[in-house]
């Protein structure tokens, strides 16, 4: 079945950096756009970055513009991000998310991990 | 980008409707009809209930309606139940230098 698998997650002082990666399977991959979506403790979704499927276009919100690099690996079957410079309001649920069709940037995800914890404190 | 305004909380009683309204800007919700509402459990991911202002995915209830008109969509639910007590999120394609995406700050539903 389709599925995503968020790792990489975890503790992290701030000004250090991260790299989460997600692993898809089920589906396939090269053919999607990848998201990847934030939630703070207790707040609502905030949108980070979106992948083009084959990588050649990447967008990003301002809160994380110049500090977060999306990628992937489509042999992996693998999205990735990294994340610079953290700041303690980047602490969040991070949740990778596939686009709704194939080859298109819509902004519709039907399909989410199950979103990996980081957590940036001193 | 700013999020979307969204009331903090709505309730109804079981098999009532209730409908949530999502606010934005020409810039988003009134400039384009890529606006999507997410369901919320806690603990859980968000589920996708509704894309392109109206469109249900498969296997959604048609109990969930969307709609839009000017600078604010909405989402209906008929026929509350109680397994529909969960946050909803609406979220829309917003113009800028660069494509970009937008949610709202989320709604509380609480059936009674």
């Known amino acids: 079945q389709v599925q995503l698998v968020e790792s990489g997650g975890g503790v992290v002082q701030p000004g250090r950096s991260l790299r989460l990666s997600c692993a898809a399977s089920?589906?396939?991959?090269?053919?999607?756009?990848m998201h990847w979506v934030r939630q703070a403790p207790g707040k609502g979704l905030e949108w980070v970055a979106v992948i083009s499927y084959d990588g050649s276009n990447k967008y990003y919100a301002d809160s994380v513009k110049g500090r977060f690099t999306i990628s992937r690996d489509n042999s992996k079957n693998t999205l990735y991000l990294q994340m610079n410079s953290l700041r303690a309001e980047d602490t969040a649920v991070y949740y990778c998310a596939r686009e709704e069709e194939p080859f298109t940037i819509f902004g519709v995800v039907p399909i989410w991990g199950q979103g990996t914890l980081v957590t940036v404190s001193s | 980008q700013s999020a979307l305004t969204q009331p903090a909380s709505v309730s109804g009683s079981p098999g009532q409707s209730i409908t949530i309204s999502c606010t934005g800007t020409s810039s988003d919700v009134g400039g384009y009809n890529y606006v999507s509402w997410y369901q919320q459990h806690p603990g859980k991911a968000p589920k996708l209930m509704i894309y392109d202002v109206s469109n249900r995915p498969s296997g959604v209830s048609n109990r969930f309606s969307g709609s839009k008109s000017g600078n604010t969509a909405s989402l209906t639910i008929s026929g509350l139940q109680a397994e529909d007590e969960a946050d909803y999120y609406c979220s829309s394609y917003t113009s800028s230098s660069t494509p970009n995406w937008v949610f709202g700050g989320g709604t509380k539903l609480t059936v009674l």
């Open positions: 089920g589906f396939t991959f090269s053919s999607y756009a």
